[in-house]
Structures are given as structure tokens and as C-alpha cells.
């Protein structure tokens, strides 16, 4: 079998050079979908409005007094950072070392504040499972910041 493999790959090169000549793969371009984007934080923007004053979505949502300190401050300004970012990436068209430099940071910072505000206290006032429910939130949230991350620093370290 594996001398008529061998035999048959000869017989196409000599038959069809050029399927035989190496070809570089194009590289990566660091290009995005505007359009795409555009959408992606049009909805992020409006995700952050909802976060801002839950009420108005949720009328039964509301944020514990405690969590309305400092640890919504931080979320929020990393947030407003993080749309400001994607926006110049999206002005630009794309990707560069700088804004991929600052996105990994973003993320990193914000996983980090995410999880202290949700582990030192509540989030939400109303007794039922919105705050239980928020571990399961945070999981996924720093599993899609995990991948996001492992992929920016694969693409940078390129």
C-alpha cells in the first residue's frame, strides 16, 4: 500500500508539476470586519447602558448600596476603556501591537476587578438567585476572557 501511495504521488508530480511546488500560506492579517465589529460594539455599548441602571431593563434588578462604591466605580471605568479601545480599532480597521497590547491588558484587569467585586460581597439587593446566579456569570465571563487572552498573546507573539 504504501509503495503504491509513493508511486502515485510520483506519477502526479511528473504528470502536474506545479501541484508539486510549495506554496507559503498568506499570512494573518490583522484586518478586521468593520461592519462586524461595529455591530459587536453597538451591542456592548448597549449591554453597558443596561449595567449602568438595571432598573430600566429589570424592573425587579437592583444593585446592593455596597456594591454602588468604588467596586462598580473600577467595573465601569474598565468597561468605558474597553469600548473606547474597540472603537480606535475600529476607526483604524485594525489590529496593531499597541491596541493588542492594551486589549490583553484590559481584559486581564478587568477578570481581575470583576471577580474582587463579585467575591467580596453582594451585587444585586433583592434576595433571589440573581446573586447566586452571578458565579455562573462570572465563569463563563473569565472563560471567554481566557480564550480571548490566549489568542491575542499566540497572535502577538507571532
Partial sequence: ???????????????WPGTARWKPRPPESDEINRL?????????????????????????LDYDP??????????????VASLVLYAVVIAHGRWDRL??????????????ALTLALATGRVFAEEM?????????????????????TQKVRRERR
Fill in 36 to 60: 462586524g465589529h461595529a455591530a459587536a460594539w453597538i451591542f456592548y455599548v448597549c449591554g453597558t447602558i443596561a449595567l449602568v441602571n438595571p432598573g430600566d431593563v429589570f424592573p425587579w
Fill in 99 to 112: 491596541t493588542r497590547r492594551v486589549a490583553i491588558g484590559f481584559d486581564l484587569v478587568l477578570a481581575v
Fill in 129 to 149: 438567585r440573581v446573586d447566586e446566579i452571578k458565579w455562573y456569570v462570572l465563569a463563563g465571563t473569565l472563560l471567554i476572557v481566557a480564550v480571548d487572552v
Fill in 1 to 15: 500500500m504504501l509503495v503504491t501511495v509513493f508511486a502515485l504521488g510520483a506519477y502526479t508530480r511528473r504528470r
Fill in 66 to 79: 455596597a456594591f454602588l462604591g468604588p467596586r462598580a466605580v473600577v467595573v465601569l471605568a474598565l468597561l
